[in-house]
């Protein structure tokens, strides 16, 4: 067995290289002296601190973390309004293009009427002309 010191905390660790590497994990290690970047660095943050101070950092840079997320949101504030907008447009127009159906639907119905008045116009028209004829 070998007996190896973690960089940070200098802990003995009297096992393997990956027990070290496990210590060390910035999420999952137990070494509170290694440095891991701020939970807010998707939205700008630098910072790297220790896992132990991080409460601290959190506390302390709370105004600053805020702005950032401010800074990062409000763009997509604008954007959801919108598609909101254009979904409200896409609602109308369906709303449009299914009354323009119906319309069609009850032009088509009216046109099978129409043919069917004709047919027996001319049916009338053939029978008569056939009386007179006789």
């Known amino acids: 067995m070998r007996v190896l010191a973690c960089p940070h905390c200098k802990e003995e660790i009297t096992h393997a290289e990956q027990e070290i590497d496990q210590h060390v994990d910035p999420q999952n290690g137990d070494c509170e002296r290694k440095l891991v970047h701020c939970e807010f660095r998707e939205v700008g943050c630098t910072a790297m601190v220790p896992k132990k101070n991080m409460a601290d950092h959190r506390h ?75």
């Open 60 to 134: 302390g840079s709370l105004g600053n973390h805020l702005l950032m997320l401010m800074q990062t949101f409000i763009p997509f504030l604008g954007m959801i309004q919108t598609i909101d907008s254009d979904s409200k447009d896409v609602r109308e127009l369906k709303s449009a293009v299914e009354r323009q159906g119906n319309k069609i639907s009850e032009i088509e119905d009216e046109r099978k009427n129409l043919e069917q008045t004709v047919k027996e116009l001319v049916t009338l028209k053939n029978d008569n002309h056939n009386k007179v004829c006789a």
